[in-house]
């Protein structure tokens, strides 16, 4: 069959085809005669007379505007008169009523129908019922509400709950700092009425030592961010102190620290190890009133820290043994706590001492239980 044979239906024939087509479609359809502007309805559907409830003879006739009431949107409506003014398709969604004064949504596209001189004779609508959609973002509005609600007042309580959990760490910090400051005066103390020899030599040491950990619950406390320790501050405050107790001709110090922020469970062992090296190397590298000098470099790369501490001094081997001292375990100790490594070597002349700890390394309950299970070693 041919494309001419398709098309040579009669005309008659297409007509009361369409004709059947639109009245036994289920989508609401109706069509107005464009009659001096007054667009009487000439023909509905009976899918368009169960949607509004009205019989034929009820429709037949009148103007559309009779399923308009009082919550129709009457910037709509103008639009919509606009449009058929001038002749042109409009789609739209307004609220319409049923003859029984419910109302419902009613999303319709109005389209001209024009004659063979392109005049236009009709308008033909289509019609459906919206008010399951517009129910359904009403409910999604108020639910969004809701949740927003809900939301805002979580992160009101969250926001609450983090500012006393800060506080409530401001606080222990403090008195941490406190406790230790008291703790190492005591030694201190201790040390000054011990005659000469180790163990005001040890007394000494382990003052240092708190005296270090100090410095960190004070950062802490001072600091705007409790769980976060920035090493370079630390390494200034603490080398500051250091260098200020040598003579500078004789023993020369410097550092290149970066600012790297560090959890706040890292702080203590980070500034025990840092505290370690840099005191061994002043006081042990440079025997006999030797001149020498220290260099001191800290480094974030590939999500690790990156220690370098050097001297030029006699190196591990020729250093004097101190039978008592146990900073190269506690170094050790530290590293292994922080999983990192470490890597001891001599120089000619002096030592070198690599270091490479992953900045994730430890949380606070690890940090709890490491140094638990760790603590027996410090006196080996």
């Known amino acids: 069959m041919t494309d001419t044979a ?3 239906v009669p005309a008659a024939l297409a007509q009361t085809t369409l004709a059947s087509a639109f009245s036994e479609s289920p989508t609401p359809m109706v069509l107005t005669e464009v009659r001096g502007g007054a667009h009487p309805i000439v023909w509905a559907n009976a899918a368009f007379l169960a949607l509004t409830g009205y019989a034929w003879h009820e429709l037949e006739g009148r103007n559309c505007r009779m399923l308009q009431g009082p919550l129709t949107d009457r910037e709509t409506v103008a639009r919509i008169s606009a449009a058929v003014a001038e002749g042109r398709s409009f789609e739209a969604e307004l609220v319409n009523y049923r003859k029984d004064g419910t109302s419902f949504w009613n999303g319709m596209t ?3 129908v024009r004659d063979a001189t392109g005049a236009v004779t009709h308008y033909y609508s289509a019609q459906a019922d919206m008010t399951g959609k517009h129910s359904l973002e009403v409910a999604m509005t ?3 509400i809701d949740l927003e609600r809900r939301v805002s007042e979580q992160t009101a309580d969250l926001r609450a709950t983090l500012e006393q959990k800060t506080a409530l760490l401001h606080e222990v910090d403090h008195r941490v700092k406190n406790n230790l400051q008291v703790i190492s005066s005591l030694m201190l103390l201790k040390a000054r009425r011990t005659p000469e020899g180790e163990a005001r030599d040890a007394l000494n040491g382990m003052a240092e030592r708190i005296g270090a950990l100090s410095t960190v619950h004070r950062m802490l406390y001072s600091a705007g961010d409790v769980t976060r320790f920035d090493l370079r501050e630390f390494a200034d405050d603490f080398l500051g102190d ?4 040598l003579d500078g001709e004789r023993t020369a110090v410097s550092a290149a620290i970066d600012s ?3 959890s706040a469970a890292m702080a203590a062992p980070l500034a025990l190890m840092l505290h370690e090296l840099a ?5 042990h590298a440079f025997p006999d009133n030797r001149a020498g000098r220290v260099s001191i470099t800290a480094r974030r790369r ?3 820290l990156h220690m370098l501490i050097e001297d030029d001094g006699v190196g591990l081997a020729a250093a004097i043994p101190n039978p008592a001292g146990f900073g190269r375990s506690l170094v050790e100790m ?4 922080l999983r990192g490594t470490i890597a001891w070597s001599e120089t000619t002349p002096g030592t070198r001492v690599e270091i490479s700890v992953p900045l994730d390394a430890i949380s606070l309950r690890e940090a709890a239980d490491t140094t638990a299970e760790e603590l027996p070693q410090w006196a080996k």
């Open 6 to 8: 398709h098309q040579a």
């Open 110 to 112: 109005l389209s001209p």
């Open 142 to 144: 108020l639910a969004n």
């Open 242 to 245: 250091l260098v200020a107790g």
């Open 260 to 262: 790297v922020a560090v």
């Open 279 to 283: 005191t061994n190397a002043v006081r």
């Open 302 to 304: 590939d999500g690790a």
């Open 334 to 337: 530290v590293v292994r706590q």
